[in-house]
C-alpha cells in the first residue's frame, strides 16, 4: 500500500442512513488492475479503522477522465503543484497504454468504438 500525499472524503447517502469518512495523510492506499476493472482501495489504520473499495470498470473510468479533463479545460485554477501532479498522473497513464498499445496487433484500432 502507498501513503496518502493528501486526502479523501467519501460519502454514500443511502433512503435511511447516510455514511461518510475522510482519509488523510496517515491513510493508505492501493490499486489493482484486473482485466475488466480497477479496483482503489483506500485505508484508515488504528482504532477507528476504516476501508472502503471502489471497483470501477474501464468504461466508467474512460468517461470520469472525459469529464475531468473538460472540467479542468473550463477551469484554469489549478495551482503549480496540483498541476504537476495531476500532469505527472496522466503522463505515466499515457505512457503505460501507449507501450501497452505497441504490444497488440499492428491492426488494432485504439479509437474504436464500444
Do not use: C, W
Amino acid at each position: 500500500m502507498k501513503s496518502i500525499t493528501d486526502r479523501a472524503e467519501v460519502a454514500i447517502d443511502f433512503p435511511e442512513k447516510a455514511y461518510m469518512g475522510a482519509f488523510g495523510r496517515e491513510s493508505s492506499f492501493d490499486v489493482t488492475v484486473e482485466p475488466d476493472e480497477v479496483l482503489l482501495r483506500i485505508v484508515r489504520p488504528g482504532e477507528a479503522r476504516r476501508e472502503i473499495a471502489v471497483h470501477l470498470h474501464y468504461y466508467l473510468l474512460a468517461d470520469v477522465l472525459k469529464e475531468l479533463a473538460q472540467g479542468l479545460t473550463k477551469n484554469d485554477g489549478l495551482d503549480e503543484n496540483h498541476f504537476r501532479a495531476l500532469f505527472d498522473g496522466a503522463e505515466a497513464l499515457v505512457q503505460s497504454l501507449k507501450g501497452n498499445a505497441s504490444r497488440r496487433s499492428p491492426t488494432t484500432d485504439l479509437h474504436g468504438s464500444r
